[in-house]
Antibody, heavy 122, light 110 residues
Framework: EVQLVETGGGLIQPGGSLRLSCAAS????????MSWVRQAPGKGLEWVSV???????YYADSVKGRFTISRDNSKNTLYLQMNSLRAEDTAVYYC????????????????WGLGTLVAVSS | QSLLTQPPSASGTPGQRVTISCSGS????????LNWYLQLPGTAPKLLIY???QRPSGVPDRFSGSKSGTSASLAISGLQSEDEADYYC???????????FGGGTKLTVL
């Protein structure tokens, strides 16, 4: 059974850093493209970043230069390193899987985690 | 403001057919596949339609998607109370080199 479990969220002061983890089970992370998608309280979905099977990464303009997506194949885990956090980064962060048989197009995610809340406030 | 434009709200009565539109541009919907997601309150999004008009296993055939040019739409027939949720469209944008989501449409079943 495919499962994605995000951890690492919490309350952090502006300018601080946080690393989110997404532990995957039931599939091999490096065989799929993986993304982070966030949702600010009461707002819509916002794509954050993607890492492809070959290692290429892309970021939303709003986080470029501050966030880094990566994966640890030995731990089958996806990460999001978030630096220089701002109040507008406050959101629930979801990890999501794409690149499956049905999800061949980027922007298609067939499995999502439950999310982890990041709150940036002084 | 989202690059994909959806109406903020839609409504219908049980049994009715409702449609939700998603308007974009040549760099996103016009050149890439469009996907739809459903999000029930307090839960993670769920893939509803992929590659413009395909349903994942388990999604009822009451849900259908279509795409023409730079616009797409989601149709829900035989509306049920459990369809009350937020619906999002999403596509890759070649200019941004990233995924763009619509602003979301809150569907109310009256």
């Amino acid at each position: 059974e495919v499962q994605l479990v995000e951890t690492g969220g919490g309350l952090i002061q502006p300018g601080g850093s946080l690393r989110l983890s997404c532990a995957a089970s039931g599939f091999i992370v490096s065989s799929y493209y993986m993304s982070w998608v966030r949702q600010a309280p009461g707002k819509g979905l916002e794509w954050v970043s993607v890492i492809y099977t070959g290692g290429a990464t892309y970021y939303a303009d709003s986080v470029k230069g501050r966030f880094t997506i990566s994966r640890d194949n030995s731990k089958n885990t996806l990460y999001l390193q978030m630096n220089s956090l701002r109040a507008e980064d406050t959101a629930v962060y979801y990890c999501a899987r794409g690149g499956s048989k049905i999800c061949s197009s980027t922007s298609c995610y067939d499995y999502w985690g439950l999310g982890t809340l990041v709150a940036v406030s002084s | 403001q989202s690059l994909l434009t959806q109406p903020p709200s839609a409504s219908g009565t049980p049994g009715q057919r409702v449609t939700i539109s998603c308007s974009g541009s040549s760099s996103n919907i016009g050149s890439n596949a469009l996907n739809w997601y459903l999000q029930l309150p307090g839960t993670a999004p769920k893939l509803l339609i992929y590659r413009n008009n395909q349903r994942p296993s388990g999604v009822p055939d009451r849900f259908s998607g279509s795409k023409s040019g730079t616009s797409a739409s989601l149709a829900i027939s035989g509306l049920q109370s459990e369809d009350e949720a937020d619906y999002y469209c999403a596509a890759w944008d070649d200019s941004l080199n990233g995924v763009v989501f619509g602003g979301g449409t809150k569907l109310t079943v009256l």
